[in-house]
C-alpha cells in the first residue's frame, strides 16, 4: 500500500485524465445541442416543415409542436444506437484495449459530426445521429473504466467525477454555442452540429497520447509492457506491489466465465436493484425532457 500512496500526479497522468474526460464532454455537448437545434426555424424549415407550420401557429403548445415521429427520431437515435454500440464496446475494450476503443468512439463522433453538419435530407441528417450514437456508446463504456484504471486508489473517486464534470461542462457549452448560432441565418444549425467535431478531434489526437492502461495489456497478457505503463502514469518505478495485485486480479477475472449469471445470486441483486432504481428515477424527474425540448 506504501508504493500506492507513493506514487505521483505527474503532467503525463493529468493529461491522460483530461484528454479521456473529453469522451464525457463530447456526450454532454450532444445532449445540449439537440434540442437547441430541434427549436430552430432554419432547421424546422429545412427537415420538418410541418413542425415548422405547428410552432408558427399563434395557439401552438409544446405538445403538438414536437409531435412529430421524425423529429423525435432525430432525437432518439444517437441513444438506440448508444445503447446497442456499447454492448460491441465492452468488447472491444477487452479484446483491442481501451485505448483503441477510445480512439474508435473519436472516430464514429467525428464522422457523426460531419455527416450531420453537412445533411442535405433526413436520412443524412438521422445516419449522422447514428454515428453520434455509436460514438456515444463506445465512449460512455469506455472513459469511465479508462479513468478507473489509471487513476491512482487514493485519487480514484475524484478522477471518476471527471467524466461527468465535462458532461455538464459540455452541456454547457452547447447551451451557449446554439444560443449564438440561433442568430446566424441560415446555416446556424449546421454550425451547432458541426462544432461537435471539436471534443471528437481533441479525443482522436489524445489517444494516442495516452497510454493503454496496465490492467487492460497485462489481461491481453502483455505483462511487460502493463508494468512500463504503470510505471508510467506512476511516475515511479517502484510498482511491483501494485503490479502484483493487478496481475491476481486479472487472473481471477479469468476464472468468471459468466460474469451476468453473477447477476441474479443473493448478494448480487440489492446493488444491482439500486443502480437499475437510480437510473429510473433519474429519467422521472424529466431532466432529458427539459434538456431535449425545452
Known amino acids: 500500500m506504501a508504493e500506492?500512496?507513493?506514487?505521483?500526479?505527474?503532467?503525463?497522468?493529468?493529461s491522460c485524465w483530461i484528454f479521456a474526460a473529453f469522451g464525457g464532454l463530447m456526450f454532454g455537448?450532444?445532449?445540449?445541442?439537440?434540442?437547441?437545434?430541434?427549436?430552430?426555424?432554419?432547421?424546422l424549415k429545412k427537415f420538418f416543415p410541418?413542425?415548422?407550420?405547428?410552432?408558427?401557429?399563434?395557439?401552438?403548445?409544446?405538445?403538438?409542436?414536437?409531435?412529430?415521429?421524425?423529429?423525435?427520431?432525430?432525437?432518439?437515435?444517437l441513444y438506440l444506437s448508444a445503447l446497442v454500440a456499447s454492448f460491441f464496446a465492452s468488447k472491444a475494450a477487452t479484446k483491442f484495449g481501451r485505448r483503441p476503443t477510445i480512439c474508435m468512439a473519436s472516430?464514429?463522433?467525428?464522422a457523426g459530426a460531419v455527416l450531420s453538419a453537412a445533411?442535405?435530407?433526413k436520412l443524412m441528417l438521422i445516419f449522422g445521429r447514428i454515428l453520434f450514437g455509436i460514438g456515444v456508446g463506445f465512449g460512455n463504456e469506455t472513459v469511465p473504466l479508462f479513468l478507473t484504471e489509471v487513476a491512482p486508489i487514493q485519487h480514484r473517486g475524484a478522477?471518476?467525477?471527471?467524466?461527468?464534470?465535462?458532461?455538464?461542462?459540455?452541456?454547457?457549452?452547447?447551451?451557449?454555442?446554439?444560443?449564438g448560432t440561433s442568430m446566424?441565418?441560415?446555416?446556424?444549425?449546421?454550425?451547432?452540429?458541426?462544432?461537435?467535431?471539436?471534443?471528437?478531434?481533441?479525443?482522436?489526437?489524445?489517444s494516442f497520447v495516452i497510454t493503454d492502461t496496465p490492467s487492460s495489456l497485462i489481461e491481453r497478457g502483455k505483462d511487460e509492457q502493463g508494468k512500463a505503463a504503470l510505471k508510467k502514469i506512476r511516475g515511479v518505478n517502484d510498482v511491483e506491489v501494485e503490479y502484483q495485485e493487478i496481475v491476481a486480479a486479472c487472473e481471477q477475472a479469468k476464472l468468471v466465465k459468466h460474469p451476468f449469471r453473477n447477476l441474479a445470486k443473493a448478494a448480487s441483486i440489492p446493488p444491482l436493484v439500486i443502480a437499475?432504481?437510480?437510473?429510473?428515477?433519474?429519467?422521472?424527474?424529466?431532466?432529458?425532457?427539459?434538456?431535449?425540448?425545452?
Open 159 to 179: 478522477v471518476n467525477i471527471l467524466f461527468q464534470l465535462f458532461v455538464t461542462i459540455g452541456i454547457f457549452i452547447a447551451n451557449l454555442v446554439n444560443y
Open 119 to 121: 445533411a442535405k435530407n
Open 276 to 294: 437499475i432504481l437510480l437510473q429510473i428515477f433519474q429519467q422521472f424527474t424529466g431532466i432529458n425532457a427539459i434538456m431535449f425540448y425545452a
Open 4 to 14: 500506492k500512496n507513493n506514487s505521483k500526479i505527474t503532467i503525463y497522468v493529468l
Open 184 to 206: 446566424i441565418h441560415p446555416h446556424g444549425w449546421r454550425l451547432s452540429l458541426g462544432f461537435a467535431a471539436v471534443p471528437a478531434i481533441v479525443l482522436l489526437v489524445g
Open 29 to 43: 455537448y450532444d445532449i445540449g445541442i439537440s434540442g437547441g437545434v430541434s427549436g430552430m426555424d432554419d432547421f
Open 50 to 77: 410541418q413542425v415548422y407550420e405547428r410552432k408558427s401557429h399563434a395557439k401552438e403548445n409544446n405538445y403538438c409542436k414536437y409531435d412529430d415521429q421524425l423529429l423525435q427520431l432525430f432525437t432518439s437515435s
Open 107 to 110: 472516430i464514429f463522433f467525428l
